[in-house]
């Protein structure tokens, strides 16, 4: 039976983790993940889960433990956020180079400097282009839905693949909300047994993982690293279409709010996507044809689908809680602008940057960006391709 | 020897040619020095044998008989640790024939 309860998103990630007790945890508590690490120790210290927690001196070594214990051929996962997925950021390519599916959750937090604790994409957009599979939750439910599909995909024969999955710090990681708990059997069920091709404790085949390549070797090993990942996309559409069978929570790879008659769009990854639901809701009641495009997969990118979902539209603004110093525009919106260059007729499209470091966006700023879709669609001319949201000017 | 397409590679940098240093000899990294054996100044302690780091020291009928120079990579451990007074390896220029086509 399912059980409805009242957690945040750091104690329904807890409970993921009790319900699929992975063999090795290996994490280091960091603001504002601290309590889903903390609660797994507590969980261990009575004796609820079985497997090992380990709490190394940084997320350098809780990624190397990771990754030792993977190629013994455990299920592994870590929780970090922020600095502590940066200071992994060399084991990263490692953990996705030697094809080893740990799960790592990840709460989405600024990046120092200046400090600050909240909740913004900088730390997982950082990590883009690390090899991980990236998956984005609006809320504690998606999380909770999300952490646990991320076993069957990355741990896929195809794939063996690492998976981060993502929600924002204290937006989602400290409120509490009514969150559907799946029976712990089933989540061991849906989730099944991980079967790695090589694991080190087999001592029965001669094998070693990770030895130096030169110039003749790397260039092919690179790009079977790039196979795993790009097998992924059928895989994440099966099992999210499985859990929906399943658990009665279908997953896509983006989920389309009022987007049928739409002309206008915006797309918005993660919690902002709920408010943002509610102000397409005001438009739409104000006879605006307006909705919304909320990424969950950012990697591997739906470029293709994503495409087709807002090729129609007569302008589409792009809303990103990152930025890309430097760059024409912020990660998602490069590419999505860049899946649109094949099509002959495609929408108008801006970037905002906004939240970040936890910098509030509501119901009145996404009314903004549709006033400014309306008069971009009505000129069919972008004066500024990038702006910023509830910044003082 | 033919090199693998990216397809025939065992996934996740896994080698699954153990021992496949038979035929990669990686004493042609070897640059610039190389040790020599003085078997008149050897007193059979071994220290050589347990600080190579590529096993590159030679041993037959339990005694050091010389240096494998397909696989040692010149870092002189072998010279340094060696405790004779007049030294049973030494540190030389590298003459011998390395790889086809490479001499020093
Ligand atoms: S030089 Fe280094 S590698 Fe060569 S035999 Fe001596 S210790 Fe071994
Ligand atoms: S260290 Fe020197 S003396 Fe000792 S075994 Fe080696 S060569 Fe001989």
């Known amino acids: 039976m399912k059980t409805t309860k009242i957690l945040n998103g750091n104690q329904t990630i807890a409970e993921a983790v009790r319900q699929i007790d992975p063999d090795v945890i290996a994490a280091y508590p960091i603001t504002p993940s601290t309590a889903i690490v903390e609660t797994i120790a507590s969980f261990r210290a009575d004796g609820l889960i079985t497997g090992e927690f380990v709490c190394p001196e940084s997320e350098h070594s809780a990624m190397s433990v990771c990754i030792g214990a993977a190629s013994a051929g455990g299920r592994v996962m870590t929780a970090t956020c922020s600095q502590g997925l940066a200071l992994m950021w060399e084991m990263l390519y490692i953990a996705a180079g030697l094809r080893l599916p740990i799960v790592a959750s990840i709460v989405n937090r600024a990046l120092s400097a200046p400090i600050n604790i909240h909740g913004d994409h900088s730390d997982t957009m950082g990590a883009r282009d690390t090899g991980w599979i990236q998956i984005y939750s609006e809320n504690c439910q998606e999380a909770y839905d999300n952490f646990i599909q991320a076993f069957r995909i990355g741990e896929h024969p195809d794939v063996l693949t690492p998976v ?52 003749d070797y790397y260039f092919e090993h690179k790009r079977s690293q790039i196979e795993g ?3 992924s996309p059928p895989v994440i559409e099966e099992v999210g279409k499985e859990f929906g069978k399943t658990f009665g929570r279908p997953y896509g790879f983006f989920e389309e709010y009022k987007m049928d008659d739409a002309e206008l769009a915006i797309v918005v990854m993660s919690s902002a996507a709920g408010t943002c639901k509610d102000a397409v809701d ?34 589409v603004a792009v809303l990103d809680r990152s930025s890309a110093p430097g760059a024409f525009g ?14 002959e007729k495609r929408p108008k499209l801006v970037n905002y940057v906004y939240g970040l470091g936890g910098r509030d ?13 309306e008069r971009i669609a009505d000129s069919g001319k972008v004066d500024e391709l990038l702006g910023y949201i509830n910044l003082r000017e | ?24 000899l990686t004493g042609t990294w070897r640059s610039g020095r190389r040790p020599e054996f003085i078997e008149k100044n050897c007193i059979q302690c071994f220290f050589c044998w347990v600080y190579c780091p590529h096993f590159a020291i030679m041993v037959k009928d339990g005694k050091v008989t010389g240096i494998n120079y397909d696989y040692c990579t010149g870092c002189g451990l072998c010279a340094e640790e060696c405790p004779t007074k007049e030294k049973a390896i030494v540190m030389v220029a590298e003459e011998i024939k390395l790889a086809a086509g490479r001499k020093q």
Not at chain 1, 298 to 311: Q, S
Not at chain 1, 331 to 343: K, Q, W
Request: proline residues 6%; aromatic residues 10%.
């Open chain 1, 361 to 373: 966006i509501k119901v009145e700023h996404f009314k903004d960006v549709a006033g400014k879709l």
């Open chain 1, 164 to 215: 981060m999955v993502g929600f924002d710090g204290f937006i989602i990681s400290h409120s509490a909300e009514v969150v559907e708990l799946e029976e712990d059997a089933a989540v061991k069920k849906f989730i099944g047994d991980f079967k790695p091709p090589f694991p080190l404790l087999d001592t029965s085949r001669k094998f070693t993982v990770g030895p130096i390549d030169f110039t």
């Open chain 1, 330 to 343: 912020a990660p998602l919106f490069t590419e999505i602008r860049s899946a649109l260059y094949d099509y």
């Open chain 2, 1 to 24: 020897m033919k090199k693998e397409t990216w397809k025939e590679l065992p996934i996740g940098t896994v080698n699954t040619q153990a021992g496949n240093s038979v035929v990669n």
């Open chain 1, 229 to 231: 990942i790009e097998n």
């Open chain 1, 282 to 315: 005001e438009l739409r009641s104000e006879g605006k044809r307006i909705g919304l495009l909320k990424p969950r997969v950012f990697r591997p990118f739906p470029h293709l689908k994503i495409a087709e979902a807002l090729k129609k539209m007569k302008a």
